[in-house]
């Protein structure tokens, strides 16, 4: 668990198990609550509960609400075609490892700033999941695996490029407005 912090809140395990599933859970319904609202408005949230997770219980359940999520998702029918699923799961898998990373980097050089750091996890987190996104999606997944017609790859190829680095980086914003809140109730929950 990476808290950007030297006292991260303790879990145990079925604690830890628990809270993947309602992180999971607040996802999945984040993402359909918010869906006619549209993609500037889903994509914070699901990027900002992505963070948090990986924030609050670690690289495990954080990388298992990353993946997981997006096939609970479309089970659910409110995610992406299948073919374009492995993709998602990966854009979201490198937010989070990129956050995990650099919450391993505190303390060092310039990252003793905390603040200075999540900035530089927010700005690299955001880019490297565009990257894998639009490399993934717009790159590979439509021109080759989807074969869709004109109008509608268009439609899909542009949903998985620029608007992808906004909403992470708008998400990864949202994320460093409520971390610190949620760090003083985990130092509070361990103290007391």
């Known amino acids: 668990m990476i808290h950007f912090d030297k006292n991260p809140m303790k879990l145990s395990g079925v604690l830890r198990l ?7 859970a607040l996802l999945i319904a984040a993402q359909a609550a918010a869906a006619p609202l549209g993609q500037f408005v889903v994509g914070p949230l699901v990027n900002l509960i992505l963070i948090v997770a990986m924030m609050t219980c670690g690289p495990a359940p954080g ?3 990353a993946l997981l999520s ?4 479309k089970l659910l029918g409110i995610g992406p ?3 374009i699923v492995p993709f998602v799961m990966a854009g979201n898998a490198a937010l989070v490892l990129v956050w995990y ?3 391993k980097m505190q303390g060092k050089g310039l990252f003793s700033s905390k603040h200075i750091l999540r900035a530089a996890a927010l700005v690299l987190a955001a880019a490297c999941k565009f990257a894998v996104l639009y490399i993934g999606v717009a790159k590979i997944a439509v021109p080759l695996l989807l074969r869709l017609p004109e109008p509608q ?3 899909i190829s542009n949903m998985f490029s620029l608007p992808q680095l906004f909403t992470a980086l708008m998400g990864g914003a949202l994320a460093m407005a ?3 809140a949620i760090e003083r109730v985990g130092k509070g929950r361990a103290m007391g």
């Open 18 to 24: 628990t809270m993947t599933a309602i992180f999971i």
């Open 63 to 65: 990388l298992t609400v």
């Open 70 to 73: 997006n096939v609970f998702a």
């Open 81 to 83: 075609l299948w073919t």
């Open 101 to 103: 990373a650099a919450g």
């Open 153 to 155: 790859a268009s439609v």
């Open 178 to 180: 409520v971390l610190p």
